[in-house]
């Protein structure tokens, strides 16, 4: 059975940093897709950096040079370090992992005050 569980999120002020961490089980984070997403209140889910198991990356324009994806094969871990954070960084983030089907994660509430 696979299951997501993120942790990290917080109340952080503008320009503050967070490191979100995505513990997985039941598949290896190593040999599979895995991205991060968040929502914002009244606003679709949008996409926010993958990693695959080459371990390439890529992350969203509005992230990019802020936030990093990264994983840890031993721990079984995805993380996404978030620095410089702004208030439109506002969100409930979510882990996501593609193997047969998408599985989620419940999401960690991310909070940036100006």
């Known amino acids: 059975q696979v299951q997501l569980v993120e942790s990290g999120g917080g109340l952080v002020q503008a320009g503050g940093s967070l490191r979100l961490s995505c513990a997985v089980s039941?598949?290896?984070?190593?040999?599979?897709?895995m991205a991060w997403y968040r929502q914002a209140p009244g606003k679709q889910r949008e996409w926010v950096a993958w990693?695959?198991?080459?371990?390439?990356?890529k992350h969203a324009d509005s992230v990019k040079e802020r936030f990093t994806i990264s994983r840890d094969n031993v721990k079984n871990a995805v993380y996404l370090q978030m620095n410089n954070l702004k208030p439109e960084d506002t969100a409930v983030y979510y882990c996501?992992?593609?193997?047969?089907?998408?599985?989620w994660g419940q999401g960690t509430q991310v909070t940036v005050s100006s």
């Open positions: 996501k992992a593609v193997r047969s089907r998408d599985f």
């Open positions: 039941g598949m290896s984070v190593s040999l599979n897709f």
């Open positions: 990693i695959n198991s080459a371990g390439a990356t």
